[in-house]
Structure formats: C-alpha cells, structure tokens
C-alpha cells in the first residue's frame, strides 16, 4: 500500500533495542542518502520527475521498555500500555515497585551527578544552537517570517463612478492584487494559495498568469497550468489544504486557502486546533508570532444557485467565534474595493485566523476605493448616500453585513424611499462582523456609546445578514437596543432555484425588509399597509414568473441603485 | 495501492462504447461470481479469514460522448467537460447546434413513440418490482426498518436513596442497557454501537459480556474482544463511524455513535449532510421515516483532566442547532436515571439527530428512577428539592444544564442555603436544551407562559451551563427575562489541572456562581459582601492547594448535597 501511495518504505522492525538503535541510525542514513540524491537528480541533473521518497516505517512494541507485566496482565507490547500502565502506586506497594525498577532502568546515576544535574560530558553530546530539535527555527518560524512585498491595493480597485454600478465579480478583481503578491514574493517564495480544486471558479484565474498549480505528476494533453514548480497547490481535500497551510505558515510562511462556503466545515476540527495553538502561543514569550490564517470563502450560501441545498451553510464563522476573540477575525466585505482593503489586512496581520467571506458573481459596487479603505478602517459605518435621516432622528436603521444581504437592503431601502418617501431611513453597513461584540467580549468590539451612536436605542433595527441569523443575537445581546433588532439571514431553506428566491425562501428578499420595516414602525400608517399588501403579491407574481422562466424577473435581474430617481 | 488496502481491482478501461458495455458487463459478473465465492467459503466451508473482495475501477474519458470540440477547445476526456460544457445556446448558434446533436446522438426516435411516450418493448426491459433500482428497500430504508427490541430502562436504575450519592460514572450505568439492547436485537441483526476505539475509554464496557468488535484481520496474543461478528464497530476515524452509521441507518438498522465531545467537530460536515437529507426526505410522502443518528458525546469538556485544552470543545451543539428544528434535539442528563431515559427515548425516536452529552466519571446522582422519568419528559423543571422558595417569590434562579454545571450549581446552592438563609432560591434544570427555544422556533420550545413560570420575568438568572454560555443567549434572547439571564460555561480557558479547577478557570465553579448571585441580588446585603470576599480568599486557598498537591481541596472532593445540613 504505501509503495502504492508512491513511497519507497524502509522498515525498522524489532523489540531489542540495541539493535534496534543500530537499524534506526542505517535507515535514517539511507534514507538521508536517497533524499540527497533525489535533490541532486533534480537541481543537478533536471530530473524533475516525480520521485519516490524514501519513508521509515518503525513497527515496535507498544509501551516498549516499559512495564511488562501487571496484576498477571502483560503491559509491554499490548493494547494495555496505553496511557497510564501502572495505576495510582500511592495506594498499590506492588505498582510503586514496579514504577521504581521501570525508572531505575534508565540508569539514572550514570546520567546524573550527585546533585541531580546532567552530567557535563552527557550535555556535551548534544548538538549546538540551531542544530538542537528544540531550536530548530523551523520549529518556531516566526523567526524565520519575512514580510510579504506587497503592491498597492489600491491600483486594483474597481471603478465605481456611483453607487451600484455593475461589477465583474468582488473575487474577480481580487485575483489580479493575489496575481502580484504571488509576484512580488516569487524569489523570497514565501506565499502560496491553497483550495480545493477551486482557484479557477473562486474566480481566482488571474493567479495563473504568472504562476501555476504545482504539479509532480504525470501529465495530459490539455491539462492547464499544472508545473513542477507552482505557488498554487490545490486537491480537492479540504483537510489536505488545511493541512499544508498549517506546516506553511508554522514554518515561517504566508498564505490563503480558498474554499467553497458550505465545505469549509470539513476542517473545522483542524481549525479548532490550530486556534488553540495560536492563543496558547501568543502567551508564550518565546513564541515568535507566525502569518495569520486566512480563509477566503467565496461560493458563498446566497449564490448556489445550481448546486442547491447541499451547498448551503454559512456556519463556519458561527464555529470560529466561539474560539478565543483574541485570535479570531470574521469579515463580510460587500464588494471589491472592500474586499482588496480586507485582504491587504489580513495578509499583513500576524497570529491571527482571518475568515473573508466574498462574492465571485457579478454584483453591484457601492464603494470608491477611498470610501472603501475608510469603511474597512472603521470596520462598520453609516452609508449617508444611503440614508435619509441626516438632521433628524430615523425611523428605521437598516442594518446589512455580506454582499448579498446589503444589496437587497439597499433594493428595499429605494422602494421605501420611494413609496414611503416620509420615513428616515439610517443604513449600516458591516464588514467586520466583531464590531458588534461588546469591547469587553473582543478587541474589535464596539465601545457602548458608538454602538448606540449606530444602531439608536430604542428604533427599530432591520439586519439584513449573510449568515445564520441567530448569530447577530448572540453577537449583540448586551446592547442597549437589542430587543429591537430584527434578523433575517439564512435559516436552512434553500434548494436549485434562482439568486433571488434563495432569499426569499429565507425572508431576506427585499420585500420582506420592507414589509418588516412596515410592521415595525407604526407611523407608516395606511400607505404602508396597501404597500405591504402590494409587496406580497409581488412574491407571488415573482414565484409564477420563476416557474415559468427559470430565471428572476426583470426588474429584480435588472435593479440599480439610483435609477429610479434619475 | 488498491492492491495494498486489500482489494482485488477489476479494470474496465477505453473509450468505445461498445466493447466498454461489455467489459463492463464481464467485469460486473466477475465480481458477482467472487462476492458469492465468499460467501460460500464463508458459511458453508467456514473461512472467515479476511477476503480480497473484488472492485471495479472504471476509467472512462471525462465528458464521454458529450461534446468533442467546443470554440476549438477539446472538451470530451479534458477538464473541460466538468459542469455545463456549453453555454448558454440561446445566444449561441454554434453552440445550440452542437447541443442538437450531442442530445440527438441518443437516438430518441428510437426510443419513444409519436406522442413522445418511452416505447413500451423498452419499458418491459426494465426489471420489475424491487428488483428496479429505484425501488431497492435498502434504499428506502425505512422500509425494512424494524422496532428495536428495547429491555425497560428503569431495570437499570441507579439507586438514589437521597439526592447528592455518588455514582459509578453515568455511562458505566447507560452500558448495561445497551450491552442488553445488543443481546435482545442480536437475532433481528439491526443494532450496532459506532465510536473511534472508545467504547471502552467513553465506559461503555458492558457491551462486550455479550458481543465483540467486528473485525476480520488478523489478530495477536493480549487482543480482547475482536470477532468476525459483532455489534461494535471501532476504527480510530470519526469519519469512518460517521459514514458506517449513516448507512446503516440509511439501510433500514439502528445505532448509536460515542465519541469524545470535542473531536465529533472531525463530521461536522458529514452531519451537515445527513441532517439536510433528513430535512428534505421528511416531505417526501414516499420517503419512510429511518431511525435516528444518535450520538453519544461521553468524555466532555469538563473532565479532559489529563489530556487538556486540545481536548476542550463543547461547540458541536451549536453546530447541530443551526440545523433545521425539526430534525436537531440535544439532550444533556445530570445523572445516570436522566441518560438512561434519554437513551431510551432516542433509540426509540425516528428521523432525528439526537445529541446526547453524558459524563463517564464518577459523580453525584440527583434523581430516583421515577423523578428522572418525569424531569426527562417534561424536559426542563424546577427541582423542588433543591430550591427554598415555596410559597413565595425566588430572589433568585438557580438554573442549570449538563452534569457538572448541575453539581457546580448545586453546591453553589448549598453555600447560600447555609450562609444566606434568607435567599429565596429556585433550583432549575435542562435536560432538552431546546426547551429554551421559543415554540415557534422549536417544536420542543416552551411556550413564554411556561418559560416565564420557571425563570420568572423580572428575578435574576444565574445559569451554569456545560458548553459555551452564548448558546443559552441566543436560545433565550426572545424570552421577557433574558435581559437577566446570567450565563457561565466554557469560554476556551483550559489546560491541564484538576476538574474543579477546569470549572474555576471558565468561572463556573460554586464559588463564582454565588458571587454572580450576590452581585446581582442586592438584598444579600453586608452578609453577602463578606460572604463574597470569603469566597475570593477560598479561590485562591484552591489555587495554592492544587499547585502542591495536584489534586482538588478535600471540601470539594468530599463535597456532598444536604451533609452540612443533616
């Protein structure tokens, strides 16, 4: 099996252990000889085909050299020397004698000298600085983390003259800025992309202009961008591509795993693990802090539209907040200038686990790169053009984080300013989704005064969110004005059917903002009763239209911002 | 590789369709004659050494006779064909021609009829009955699906002559039980017990008086309880229980997984998909209902003493109640009466995933057989036991939910009944975590009436609760008293220490829990200020102690319900 994997075994098989000692020491020998020979194939003689690694297989008994037989039970070599072989000898004379000949057979009078300490010759043996396993800076690789050579976010940034111009796809402009990170840090070659499989239809593509996928395999006719030597390693294992950016980043790395939404959960035990190493790490002094995690999660829950219900979960933020808020951090960017700003950060941060979570569909854009980078700094804010209320109080916040989820605030945000032009309408904006926690639950949180500054005291809070929306609650239960926020977000409705009705199947569409605004604030009075009467019977034609079409109305398809009132 | 995990591959390999028909037809009836060859060497000639069984491994051109060519891009045997290999025909010309001719290459007017209708010599092809694939019992399991054969749970009772005796460790109770299903169904060959080679470590050891691990590899001197035949499956793969379960489920059988509660976030996705296909298949009227995914979660966050904060992660729970409510229950029993009611109901349930967190550690047991009947029907109650506030108003709530918050609460209790007399007390339980829910969001959720009745609207809350605290938030953020709803629980601090210090570190040990009650009951007064600073000197008195003697203080070992009272 394991030469079938495409390894070449070396087995150390034995229970004796002198000359066991002297068949591990020959296998690491040949095994370090073949390794030199493989590079020098390579580097010398340009035999890039792939290789077949040597691998040590050490087969020896289980709890070896340990206790051998207990209570008549034989320990040594048995599933019993697991863990524990000889249980609490404070109350058992016989197991603390057999402690005591276990640890006198290590000799220790000749490793020790009368004081305890290890004897200088013994100390001597071991290897100086870098060469100790302990100091290996391998080991402890933000020591050997260089700084990412980063171009300008900025030069990348979509155009968008005004709010809600059409764009390509917020992860089709991202490609371009990763396209020179992996660039810039070719020849420090210390940034990689992972996914599985997905590069291409994260709409990622731009990458493979100046490098490709690594690839020792054999080739076909056909296959695209598969290399010897690439900066994008892809499989489709998502545990594999956890796997590898972990060893990437502890060794002194940087990098980015892209990933379908719903799949990521896949790692969410590695993930766990990983997150507690960085909080334990970040305590200790001696720790050097390595690159951040970054996930970028495009093919998100709300565009799943021909892969249906089973592609369909936008947890896996749910599962990283509960981690330690010191090592965690969760951005929805709602278009791409946002998206360049946030991914600037997030490869430049240290010790963190970024998740990103991002569009690749053509959308609307809201922000100018300006605006963008302000936004992002501030992590959630007011958008004025948005809103209404300037000078007054508002009626309504309208609250969105997540791209979808603020386009279809702002179509519900237009009808109301139409048809209900009376009404004062505030529209937040999240794309640091930790803004929301008191400061005393994260360090991003918000401080009390802003949020109530935000989000009012006492009006109605319309929150239109990307994920499951029991997490704003749980992110938001401390605040002032809590019983007035109303989520809507995905609540595992969803099948094949078009953009828009996977938000309406979860009462995120527009309307249903609308009419959830009419229900909450009285003063809409008759108009917004007859609205709201209109607005259900629009579900109900854009039902029969789908059915018919299979695909979203025109109006709904063909929305702008802004146009209604040129 | 195929070879080395034990297999005998059959290759069916090319690219026309005809001599591909029938190689593959050969190859199918080779492995057919293997399979029964088996079997015969099996049961008739009894050789059960492990077998070769025979695969099929098919490797045919990607896209197959769909388009060959598209825009002069290969697309047959290439990347290419993944997904839609032609786009949108409608503005397409070529393309829809190239359509018309992949669709016509099927011959349809040799199929069906002038009125379009599959012509009827073709349909009598077809098998009929069961034999038709889509109509194959096993793949409609709920058809086979048969009653387990249950023993009656109160046989196994823990005796609780009062509340606060120490029990054996819940799941050493809950083996018997199942060792007893395992016999009674052992005929009907319909029950299995999953878990990643822990059905020992989770106390489960019961099981093996009467059956064994299936295993058909060889074995060696010193293995217990491996067989041929037997109704636990061990293999140290999440993955592997989960996906073994599911298809026993799927085929009509019952089981249980066990597993440590922090690496059954290792199926986090596979349980994704399994609770979706139970969301959906539950509409479907041709769809019977299938036995329940039961999981075990023994060996939980509060008692991972010697393995530490790796294995520290109560936040399945809040994965599986992102999941739609009608599929998701999530029971956590305080003692061992409590699991076996649980137990019981799950096993009988049907189409559901039922979590169910349980301690194997030796601790107190609260309730008789009869009680625990009751309280694990009802779900949630007051113990009226426990509480002091009969006849009037509760200055406070005491609530509870998981096992050692229960004792931790429970203790707390008693510090106050003896030090603040005159602190009217109400003791409350969870043992159906989705009681909390509204009933609009759960159809297991107490109506508000109820829900008011036991937390009261306005007296403080003081919840101890075994995963982390904002699950009970976002369960309870609708209900009139959350605002005073104060929750303790697992906030990622650990390491390794003892299991009262594991409770100290989250802040959820008696000593904090009657600080929080002191910090929100203001009639506590001067007794409670003093009360409290005594107890801030007593957590540090713990601290000193277990640093020198590694083990809890003697008044918390020794702790037990109503001993300072009688």
């Not at 695209?224 to 972990?246: D, I, T």
């Not at 600037?344 to 991002?358: G, I, M, T």
């Not at 948005?386 to 007054?392: I, L, M, Y």
Request: proline content about 6%.
């Amino acid at each position: 099996m394991l030469r079938g994997y495409g390894w070449t075994p070396y087995f150390v098989e034995g229970h004796e252990p002198e000359p066991m000692h002297q068949a591990m020491a020959a296998a690491l020998d040949t095994a370090v000889e073949k390794i030199k020979e493989i590079r020098q194939n390579a580097r010398v003689r340009g035999n890039i085909a792939r290789p077949r690694w040597p691998m040590i297989v050490l087969n020896s008994p289980k709890g070896w050299t340990g206790p051998k037989v207990v209570d008549g039970l034989q320990i040594e070599g048995t599933f019993r020397s697991h863990q524990v072989p000889l249980s609490d000898p404070a109350s058992h004379p016989e197991h603390l004698k057999l402690l005591e000949d276990w640890l006198k057979s290590y000799r220790p009078q000749e490793l020790f000298d009368a004081q305890g300490r290890l004897k200088a010759e013994l100390a001597e043996l071991a290897p100086k600085g870098e060469r100790r396993m302990g100091a290996n800076p391998h080991a402890n690789g933000g020591i050997l983390l260089r700084d990412l050579r980063m171009p300008d976010f900025r030069d990348y940034a979509a155009a968008v003259p005004a709010p809600g111009v059409r764009g390509i796809g917020d992860t089709h402009v991202l490609g371009p800025f990763l396209r020179d990170v992996a660039k810039l840090n070719s020849e420090q070659r210390n940034f990689r992309v992972f996914g599985p499989d997905e590069t291409l239809s994260n709409g990622l593509e731009a990458l493979f202009k100046v490098t490709n996928r690594q690839w020792d395999a054999a080739t076909v006719a056909n296959d695209e961008f598969l290399a010897p030597a690439g900066r994008v390693m892809e499989m489709l294992s998502e545990h594999q591509c956890e796997g590898w950016l972990e060893g990437y980043l502890l060794t002194g790395r940087h990098g980015l795993f892209n990933c379908y939404e719903a799949f990521i959960h896949i790692v969410d035990s590695m993930f766990n693990q990983h997150a507690k190493w960085l909080k334990v790490t970040s305590g200790l002094p001696w720790r050097r802090k390595i690159a951040s995690l970054n996930y970028l999660l495009a093919s998100h829950v709300w565009r799943q539209d021909h892969n249906g219900f089973t592609h369909q979960d936008p947890g896996f933020i749910d599962h990283v907040v509960n981690k330690k808020a010191g090592v965690v951090r969760v951005y929805l960017p709602p278009d791409a200038n946002c998206l360049l700003s946030v991914m600037d950060h997030c490869l430049r941060s240290r010790h963190y686990v970024n998740v990103v979570v991002a569009g690749k569909h053509p959308a609307p854009q809201w922000l100018t790169m300006d605006a963008a980078v302000k936004h992002c700094a501030e992590g959630i804010g007011i958008w004025q053009w948005a809103s209404n209320d300037q000078g007054v109080r508002p009626d309504v916040v309208m609250a969105c984080c997540g791209d979808v989820p603020t386009l279809e605030t702002l179509a519900a945000v237009s009808i109301m300013r139409e048809r209900l032009p009376d009404l004062k309408i505030r529209v937040v904006n999240v794309v640091d989704l930790m803004k929301l926690q008191p400061q005393t639950e994260h360090p991003h949180g918000l401080s009390d005064t802003d949020f109530d500054e935000l989000f009012t005291k006492d009006k109605p809070v319309i929150f239109a969110f990307h994920a499951y929306p029991w997490l704003i609650h749980r992110l938001t239960y401390r605040r002032a004005n809590h019983d007035n926020i109303h989520v809507r977000g995905y609540k595992e409705e969803g099948t094949i059917t078009t953009p828009f009705d996977m938000t309406v199947l979860n009462d995120l569409d527009r309307f249903h903002l609308v009419m959830d605004t009419i229900d909450r604030v009285p003063r809409t009075g008759e108009k917004g009763i007859y609205l709201k009467q209109q607005l259900k019977d629009k579900l109900i034609e854009h039902k029969q239209y789908i059915d018919k079409n299979g695909e979203d109305l025109p109006e709904i398809r063909n929305w702008q911002w802004g146009a209604s009132r040129q």
